[in-house]
């Protein structure tokens, strides 16, 4: 193992260091991210006295024991490519290891010719520097982690760009898998979707650890445009290991009659914070926004949503499932804001956490801000445990308890998982979310 | 209206005020000198001042929790008022000894007629303090005591002294620790044990002069298995500048007891409104708010039980009537902290105009505790295109053995349902005001029989004009 100069930690003086490090990144974006470092520097850290911080274990969010991450070894490289063929109709692939790219299966020459862009950013922030240069973090953060989004910016050097033009559609989910390898490795994983007027996509970003006991960081950022009449579905599978610290934001965007799913599953990390801010900015667009998250041993999940109707007659629903486990802990927070304009909106929140252990703790903040009238607006959060009657049926049918109880958690993680249009993408989440329950 | 009529809650009624000539004064602003001035003239022992000039620096130090509350709270200037005013110490027991002006302000407010007719005791607060006090007869043979917080600490410290400021500690909040310093009036009650007092006991709180803060305080008892219900009514004149009213309510319900607490708030919309309530309940015992606001510039009042003993149960029912300029930021608090304790929650709001309302809860339930339960309904009618509506709810659980339901909704009167009794001969305003009331009927019909026809009525006076 190489020995990391101090430099290299995530200190005042890294930053410096990263830049000698990495020359190929063009003029516009070291502009950007010295603007960045200097934000994150400047920017406090989160209390508990911040209402977007509510509930939140403050003191595990310490990042200064974090470095630069080093280049996967050959070796390594292959066994975690290897991992990633469990998803076989795909339409394309890439494999990022410690932020360097370690396998492509590009898309097609046919969706090329159509001007599909699906390319790594390091590659494509110079050769599409005139769509990154205006799309590449181009978003705020809106709830509460502007701290960490900064440092992203400013550490980030590798990730996805998806262009799809108009009127092109492909059927065949399209794939990144982010890895993560070493102790105290930090790594910034980036995806940027464009879906130009009337396309259609599914993308899907998976996160996972090389090793199930190196703390690491993950900061990552995702941002998808879902421009007029165009229809994405966005899958993200967070899945680092359970020593790790992740912070993940989220933002779509979708313009007249766009449609947006976007399906979130969260496994990993001993504390994940996931931002996820859906703008419904045209009239007539829609978002179906779901999330899975199972916690167990002292996993804290902490999930932050924000649905923002910027435009009439549009509408979005909103369906976040957690159970828990042991000590663990999970925080949704979840805000609807209609704006004055936004009449006839159809805005909907539901929140269902399942307690199955007696020291588990979920906590759920279901907020609504509504500045228009004419709008059906509604939220519903329930907290409880496996409903004794349907327990009691299976038990007389002859199943046993510790089956019939494991039963009825999949069930409640079906009426997500059914939703999925993608058989091999919904068995893929399924098969991460009962791998989990099983013995250690 | 009849004789019978209940406080009442017209605008209009309230909005008057007599010039009136103070004996006491504590002057302008606030600082050590005026809380030692309250002490003086209340003449109050040593740990009552302690506890005053302790809680002047708590209020001192503690910054306004504007980083989740409404920026307005930044209006109030805390140097500009009044913060102790009365004409005398000793509350009246008959009408005919109080003073003139302050006789005929509770008589236009309806306050004699309705001690004859439905309560058992009556406290009228005028200002700083109680001008007149009085409960039935038979309610003091049976060990009742119903006086006023001065007398209260004074005269039964043995009673009250053990549970004042217990349920809400001075430094619970800026707004708390501002009573503790300067609080004055407000009743305090104790209920024997197994004594079932079977009408209201009634208070009515006024403030008559500008650029004044009241700050009553309250403490109700209900001994083992005893039983009451409270019902408090503020007004105030419609000053051009603004007024603050923050009281702290402290309920106890020991082991079996019943309180129910109901109040309307008619303050007019001048007023700051910043109220701190809470009750504890012990093993099987009850609390109940029933609270409605209805004036105010903004109000921030969240009721809450702490449900210490196996068994209790906690609810809040709550109505909101947030018109032009008002904002109406309420909610309730459940903090459960024994095993199998209930606790419910309903909340209706109405915003008229660009009037706000705004409902903040918490529900929380902490590990190792079994069987306990929560519900919580929320609903929002938003009646005009820029009316506003916040739900900010908190609800924590631990535990596998317990489980909550909050529910919220927002919605307007539907076109449909104006069109349907249009056609069937009502004006769009009368349309409107039945479809609003049947939003709050089940939640109005909670409240004594005179204070819901009331409502009724002032629903149908604020949309008459909120249409066309």
């Known amino acids: 193992m190489t020995v990391n100069k101090k430099s290299e930690f995530l200190s005042e003086a890294m930053f410096d260091h990263f830049l000698e490090r990495h020359t190929e990144l063009p003029k516009w974006l070291v502009r950007q991210k010295k603007k960045s470092w200097a934000e994150y520097l400047d920017l406090p850290a989160p209390t508990r006295k911040m209402e977007s911080w509510r509930f939140a274990n403050v003191r595990d969010l310490g990042v200064d024991g974090f470095r630069l991450a080093d280049p996967v070894r050959e070796l390594d490289a292959n066994s975690l490519i290897e991992q990633t063929k469990s998803i076989q109709q795909t339409a394309g692939k890439l494999v990022f290891g410690n932020d360097d790219i370690l396998a492509e299966e590009p898309i097609s020459a046919e969706l090329r010719s159509k001007g599909v862009l699906f390319e790594p950013l390091q590659r494509a922030f110079t050769d599409h520097s005139e769509i990154l240069e205006e799309f590449f973090m181009a978003q705020e953060s809106a709830l509460g982690s502007e701290k960490f989004t900064a440092l992203h910016t400013a550490l980030n050097r590798n990730g996805t760009l998806l262009f799809i033009p108009k009127n092109v559609e492909i059927e065949l989910p399209i794939i990144s898998h982010y890895w993560a390898q070493g102790q105290q490795t930090a790594v910034f994983p980036h995806t940027l979707v464009i879906a130009r007027d009337n396309s259609k996509v599914t993308f899907v970003d998976v996160y996972r650890s090389a090793e199930v006991d190196a703390a690491q960081l993950a900061c990552g950022v995702s941002t998808v445009y879902a421009d007029p009449g165009a229809k994405v579905e966005y899958h993200y599978i967070q899945n680092w290991n359970e020593d790790s610290l992740s912070f993940n934001r989220l933002t779509t965007i979708a313009q007249r009659d766009a449609n947006i799913r976007a399906y979130g599953l969260n496994l990993g990390s001993k504390h994940a914070r996931s931002e996820g801010h859906t703008v419904l900015d045209g009239p007539g667009s829609k978002a179906e926004l779901y999330s899975l998250a199972v916690a167990h041993a002292n996993q804290e999940i902490d999930q932050r949503t924000l649905q923002s109707h910027n435009a009439p007659n549009a509408r979005s629903d909103l369906l976040f499932k957690n159970a828990l486990q042991n000590e663990s802990k999970t925080i949704f927070s979840g805000l609807i804001k209609v704006a004055e304009e936004a009449q006839l909106t159809d805005a909907y929140q539901t929140n269902r956490n399942l307690l199955l252990s007696p020291t588990a703790e979920a906590n759920s903040l279901p907020g609504l801000e509504i500045l228009a009238n004419d709008v059906r607006c509604s939220h519903g959060a329930t907290t409880g445990q496996i409903d004794e009657n349907e327990l009691f049926y299976l038990l007389s049918r002859g199943i046993s308890k510790p089956t019939a109880e494991t039963l009825l958690v999949f069930g409640f993680f079906e009426e997500v998982l059914g939703k999925m249009s993608n058989d091999e993408l919904a068995e893929f989440h399924r098969e991460r979310v009962h791998r989990k329950f099983e013995p250690a | ?468």
């Open chain 2, 1 to 468: 209206m009849s004789t019978q009529a209940a406080i009442d809650i017209d605008r209009e009624k309230g909005n008057f005020s007599y010039d009136t000539t103070y004996d006491y004064d504590a002057g302008i602003g606030l600082n050590e000198g005026v809380v030692n001035y309250i002490a003086d003239v209340k003449g109050e022992d040593d740990w009552v001042r302690d506890f005053r000039l302790k809680a002047l620096e708590v209020f001192n130090s503690k910054p306004l929790p504007t980083n989740w509350a409404t920026k307005d709270l930044e209006n109030i200037d805390f140097d500009k008022f009044r913060y102790y005013l009365s004409k005398g110490q000793e509350p009246s027991r008959t009408w005919e000894d109080v003073p003139d002006d302050v006789k005929e302000t509770f008589e236009r407010l309806g306050i004699p007629e309705q001690e004859r007719a439905f309560l058992a005791g009556v406290e009228a607060q005028f200002d700083s303090e109680a001008a007149y006090s009085r409960m039935k007869d038979e309610l003091a043979k049976e060990g009742v005591i119903f006086v006023g917080s001065t007398e209260g600490l004074k005269e039964h410290p043995e009673i009250f002294k053990k549970f004042f400021g217990k349920v809400i500690p001075t430094g619970d909040n800026k707004f708390s620790a501002l009573n503790s310093c300067v609080f004055s009036g407000g009743s305090f009650i104790y209920v024997p044990p197994g004594v079932k007092v079977q009408q209201p006991l009634q208070a009515y709180f006024r403030i008559n002069a500008e650029n004044f803060g009241q700050f009553e305080r309250t403490l109700i008892i209900a001994d083992e298995g005893a039983e009451v219900t409270y019902m408090e009514g503020c007004t105030a004149p419609k000053f051009e500048t603004t007024t603050l009213h923050s009281a702290v309510v402290e309920l106890v319900a020991l082991k079996g007891a019943k309180i129910q607490y109901i109040t309307v708030q008619n303050w007019s919309a001048n007023v700051f409104n910043l109220v701190t309530k809470r009750g504890l309940a012990e093993e099987d015992a009850e609390i109940k708010w029933i609270d409605c606001n209805i004036g105010s510039r903004l109000t921030m009042k969240y009721p809450g039980v702490i449900l210490k003993g196996r068994k209790a149960r906690g609810e809040v029912v709550s109505i909101a009537l947030a018109g032009e300029g008002q904002h109406q930021d309420t909610g309730a608090k459940m903090i459960h902290a024994a095993d199998e304790t209930t606790s419910n929650i309903i909340s209706k709001s109405i915003s008229v105009g660009e009037g706000r309302s705004t409902y903040r809860g918490q529900v929380h339930i902490p590990k190792h505790l079994q069987g306990c339960r929560n519900n919580t309904e929320c609903d929002a009618l938003l009646i005009n295109a820029n009316s506003r509506t916040d739900t900010y709810p908190a609800i924590t659980v631990r535990g596998d053995d317990n489980s909550v339901q909050h529910e919220a909704s927002v919605s307007k009167v539907s076109a449909e349902q104006i069109f349907y009794l249009m056609q069937r001969g009502l004006n769009e305003g009368e349309a409107m005001s039945l479809a609003v009331n049947g939003f709050v009927n089940d939640l109005v019909k909670q409240f004594p029989m005179e204070y819901s026809v009331e409502l009724k009525r002032l629903i149908d006076l604020e949309m008459e004009g909120s249409v066309g």
